[in-house]
Each structure stands twice: as structure tokens, then as C-alpha cells.
């Protein structure tokens, strides 16, 4: 028997020819049934030798067992296939020496800064906030923002220097 080569079983146990026979009746059917639940052919027929095992270790149990023993054998097989499913195996989980997960970039920081600076543009007078999202944030030149404002490019300049000044004035009160 190919199955279960290595594995020597005591010789006045039940098991060889209870095996032998099961292997014999059983082993096609198992190996279709294993086929169709998982997709690698060599898995499946680790699954069904496992099960020729677990059969051979309760061969004591089988003998004296009212019901189906072939129903036995399928529910086993099914047991291991989800079992090995669940297993980290399945889940492509290996166990490493590395001391935890990799370090990652601390964005606290910029996530920080860019809610501060919402928060001291909010604080601005519509007029003075326009000048510097036109400025700034859209990269506009001074007179770009002052014909999109319908404004002289000098009211621009003067918003500008106010916005900046109280801006390094909230700034400074709140503790930044």
C-alpha cells in the first residue's frame, strides 16, 4: 500500500486490513471529491493520505461503528480541507524573526500643519483669504489676482502684507 508507506502499525491491531480495505474501496472517490474542493491536485491527495491516517489511527472506532464509514471518510476529508484552508498556510502567513512591522512615515506632522493653516486662512477677512489662495495656492502673480478680483494690483500688495501680518499675529498668540 502507496498511501501509507513509513507508517508501520502494531500487528495485532485491526487497522492494516481495514486500511487496506478502505484504501481499496474508497481512495477514487475520496480523491474526485478532495479535487473538486480544492485546486491543486497534490494537495488533494495529501488530503486523502490524511485521511487513510486518521482512518488507520481510529480503525478501533470504524470496526465497531454503526453507519456509513464511507460518510466517515468524506467528513473527515472535509474537516482537513477546511482546516487547511483556515490554516496560515492558506493565508500565505510565514513566521519571520523580523522584530514587528516595518516603520512607517510619520504624516502627523504635514496633516498637522495643513489643519493649521485652515484654520489661521479661516480666521482671515474673505478679501484678505482670496489674495493669498490666489497668490499661494493657484500660484497667481500679483497682477493675475487683481484682474481675476477686479481690484488694482496695489489693493493686492496691501491685502497681501495685512493678511501675512495677521496671520504671524494669530499665530503667535495661539503658541505656534
Same mark, same amino acid.
Request: one cysteine or more; hydrophobic letters at 40%; glycine letters at 4%.
Given at each position: ?19 487496506? /480495505? ?22 488533494? !491527495? ?19 461503528? !454503526? ?17 487547511? #484552508? ?11 524573526? +523580523? ?5 512607517? /512615515? ?9 489643519? !493649521? ?7 482671515? #477677512?474673505? /478679501? ?14 500679483? +497682477? ?33
Amino acid at each position: 500500500m502507496t498511501l501509507l508507506a513509513g507508517i508501520a502499525p502494531t500487528t495485532s491491531s485491526p487497522a492494516p486490513r481495514l486500511v487496506d /480495505e478502505l484504501v481499496e474501496q474508497h481512495r477514487d472517490a475520496l480523491l474526485a471529491y478532495a479535487q473538486r474542493l480544492l485546486p491543486d491536485h497534490h494537495l488533494a !491527495e495529501d488530503i486523502v493520505q490524511e485521511t487513510f491516517i486518521r482512518a488507520w489511527r481510529h480503525a478501533d472506532r470504524l470496526l465497531n461503528r !454503526e453507519g456509513s464509514v464511507r460518510g466517515w471518510l468524506f467528513k473527515v476529508a472535509r474537516n482537513l480541507i477546511v482546516d487547511r #484552508s483556515r490554516s496560515a498556510y492558506a493565508r500565505h502567513e510565514t513566521v519571520t524573526t +523580523d522584530d514587528g512591522d516595518p516603520a512607517q /512615515e510619520d504624516h502627523t506632522g504635514p496633516a498637522h500643519a495643513s489643519m !493649521e493653516a485652515v484654520s489661521l486662512l479661516r480666521s482671515l #477677512s474673505p /478679501e484678505h483669504r482670496n489674495v493669498l489662495v490666489y497668490l499661494y495656492i493657484y500660484g497667481l502673480t500679483v +497682477d493675475e489676482t487683481a484682474r481675476v478680483l477686479c481690484v488694482p494690483a496695489g489693493t493686492v500688495r496691501s491685502r497681501r502684507h495685512l493678511a501675512l501680518r495677521a496671520l504671524r499675529n494669530r499665530r503667535a498668540s495661539l503658541g505656534y
